[in-house]
């Protein structure tokens, strides 16, 4: 199985894809169903909503599509401000109860360049993953970057603490994967978010999912300013290809 979707669908222009939107759909994230069958929730990682919000969001995909999928970004304060710490296991308990209410099974952890992989760290990362229940959430985890996180410690690592690795494929090597293969594609160059990804460079992502379209279920998120035309374009060559 091969889903694609984006990194969030508060700036989709619905406009350019359902004429009267407003009058179809009751929200944008309705309009977004429509197009999509996944999305990553992004904002969580800034602030977490309330539970009402979010059971909000899960009855209105229903209503367009019950076959959509929810993946969730878990808060900073796990991976940025308590870093794996004591207090970061509380706030994944909250981050379980929302991805509970959106029927999401997928957990996504992004630590920041500046946490790199010493000793003192990669203690605290088994410490945490030993503490927590993660019940049956799959966590894939995005680290920065593999001039750091080389294959050798990423494959021991995560495979110690049964957590799946995510990347850009354009950027990195997926090191280690257990329960699925989650991409985040983001842009190539310095203005990455900014970046548009070619018919050829879609061609090339193709390629890549192909190779592993057999191992594992994958997840394919675009995450810049052109995600919705990327997405749509890259599932519309993968029909083509007879690969979703």
């Known amino acids: 199985m091969v889903k694609v979707g984006c990194c969030g669908w508060n700036y989709l222009n619905a406009e350019r894809y359902f004429e009267n939107w407003k ?31 979010v059971k909000r969001w899960r009855e209105e995909v229903d209503e367009i599509n019950k076959n959509f999928e929810f993946t969730l970004k878990c808060n900073k304060a796990i991976t940025h401000e308590s870093a794996f710490s004591s207090k970061a296991i509380e706030t994944f308990d909250e981050m379980k109860k929302i991805a509970k209410a959106l029927r999401a099974s997928i957990l996504l952890m992004q630590t920041p360049a500046s946490f790199k992989p010493t000793k003192k760290n990669i203690e605290k990362v088994r410490k945490f993953f030993s503490s927590i229940d993660r019940e ?21 690592l995560f495979r110690e603490i049964k957590v799946n690795q995510c990347v850009d494929p354009f950027r990195q090597e997926i090191f280690y994967f257990k329960d699925v293969i989650y991409y985040r594609l983001h842009g190539l160059g310095s203005g990455m978010y900014n970046y548009k990804f070619s018919d050829s460079e879609l061609k090339l992502l193709a390629s890549k999912v192909k190779e592993k379209e057999e191992k594992k279920n994958m997840y394919v998120l675009f995450n810049n300013i052109y995600m919705y035309e990327d997405a749509l374009a890259f599932i519309k060559l993968l029909k083509l290809l007879k690969l979703k």
Request: charged share 40%.
């Open 23 to 53: 009058k179809r759909f009751r929200s944008k994230l309705q309009a977004y169903a429509k197009l999509f069958d996944l999305v990553e929730v992004n904002s969580t990682f800034y602030k977490i909503p309330k539970l009402e919000t």
């Open 136 to 156: 049956k959430f799959k966590i894939v985890w995005e680290v920065r970057w593999k001039k750091d996180w080389s294959k050798e410690i990423v494959k021991k």
